[in-house]
């Protein structure tokens, strides 16, 4: 059974898309649903043949199961058989709003520019095929099998099946619907549509770009995170070498302190016992210096060196002469050690400072009596504070 199925009712083409080799998809209404009367339609016969939504159910659910594409080509019609070769379009998917059949197609760019951009091409004719069975599938009820663009949809022109063709079917149908009119009339603001598709291409290009950046900064981010990480690191291991640097340096110091006193201990026994044996310095003026040398030398504002230059300075005296003469204590008399001492303490009292210091400028004052010390029989220095 054949039929030429012809909806005079007018339906709209909507772009989907524009492709940069100048095609693009669009959608159109392919199919009504309702009951068509086929004396009306350019085939003839007679009867009813109804299209319900299920049947559009039908044809979506087949088209997903068809082994292959979905061919589109222009008036005039092909047979199944002859279109297996080059199609300047395809069907890419079907859908229904409960009403009509849509159907989304992918046109290539000549074909594009005469049903968008000319407008010439106002009807198209569905090949619809009920039961259809290949070598490789056999589908139930209604499926789309193919569709030409056409401006006399009510031409039967498909309904035979050639001989040896490969698709076998229960009954086929040309069902045509016409388009209601050119793509720029349909929509005035077309041109807006491409400048705003343009615009969100360049938004999505922008987009990209800011993700690249994005990207490179997060990078850099965890760069840096890794560097401070590393820097915090070292930081706290140098942290535990100064600490560790710290002890050693306070035992050293603890160890040199100990070693400068034994030093100090042992410089000043060495001083005392040449000192005493020269008979430069009584015995009692080194009284107690073994016990504590360093407290020793700071209560006469000395130093083993300052000493020792003492001592140097000091003439030598018989070791069986007596320590003064007699009737001069120290600090009174004629005895020139003695006013040298009065003279240098009252100076440390006057000044405020140290014994050691106060005896320099004693001497600087007093020429005379350093001559006279140089000379005496017996020399006793007291033990001096500040």
Request: hydrophobic share 40%; proline share 5%; net charge negative.
């Amino acid at each position: 059974m054949r039929h030429a199925l012809t909806a005079s009712e007018p339906v709209a083409l909507r772009v989907l898309s524009r492709n940069e080799n100048g095609g693009g998809r669009i959608e159109i209404p392919i199919l009504r649903a309702g009951r068509l009367d086929l004396e009306r339609t350019a085939g003839g016969g007679e009867g009813f043949l109804t299209f319900e939504i299920e049947a559009f159910d039908d044809m979506i659910r087949n088209f997903a199961l068809w082994p292959g594409p979905v061919p589109v080509n222009v008036n005039p019609h092909k047979d199944f058989a002859d279109t297996a070769g080059a199609a300047p379009g395809f069907i890419e998917s079907l859908r229904h709003d409960g009403q009509d059949l849509y159907a989304e197609i992918d046109l290539g760019p000549a074909l594009f520019f005469e049903v968008v951009e000319q407008g010439a091409w106002r009807g198209f004719s569905v090949d619809a095929h009920f039961n259809p069975s290949l070598a490789s599938a056999k589908l139930k009820k209604w499926a789309v099998v193919g569709g030409v663009f056409t401006n006399r949809p009510a031409s039967d022109v498909h309904f035979k099946v050639a001989a040896g063709s490969e698709l076998d079917s229960d009954d086929e149908a040309a069902l045509t619907v016409e388009l209601r009119r050119s793509p720029r009339e349909e929509w005035p603001d077309m041109d807006k549509l491409e400048t705003a598709l343009a615009d969100l291409k360049a938004a999505n290009e922008k987009t990209a770009k800011l993700e690249g950046t994005v990207a490179s900064l997060t990078t850099e981010r965890d760069t840096a995170k890794s560097k401070a990480l590393t820097a915090t690191e070292k930081v706290a291991g140098l942290e535990t070498t100064v600490g560790t640097l710290q002890t050693d340096f306070a035992a050293l110091a603890q160890k040199n302190a100990v070693s400068e006193a034994a030093a100090t201990k042992a410089g000043l026994a060495a001083l005392a016992s040449k000192a005493i044996k020269a008979g430069k310095l009584p015995p009692s003026y080194f009284e107690g210096h073994d016990e504590n040398p360093v407290e020793f030398l700071a209560k006469r504002g000395l130093s083993l060196v300052a000493l020792e230059s003492l001592i140097d300075s000091i003439e030598a005296r018989p070791v069986d002469e007596p320590l003064r003469s007699a009737g001069s204590p120290s600090g009174t008399g004629t005895d020139p050690i003695a006013k040298l001492d009065a003279a240098a303490s009252a100076i440390s009292a006057e000044k405020g400072v140290t014994y050691q210091a106060a005896l320099t400028l004693a001497r600087k004052a007093n020429p005379d009596l350093v001559e006279a010390v140089k000379r005496a029989p017996a020399i006793e220095f007291r033990n001096a504070t500040n």
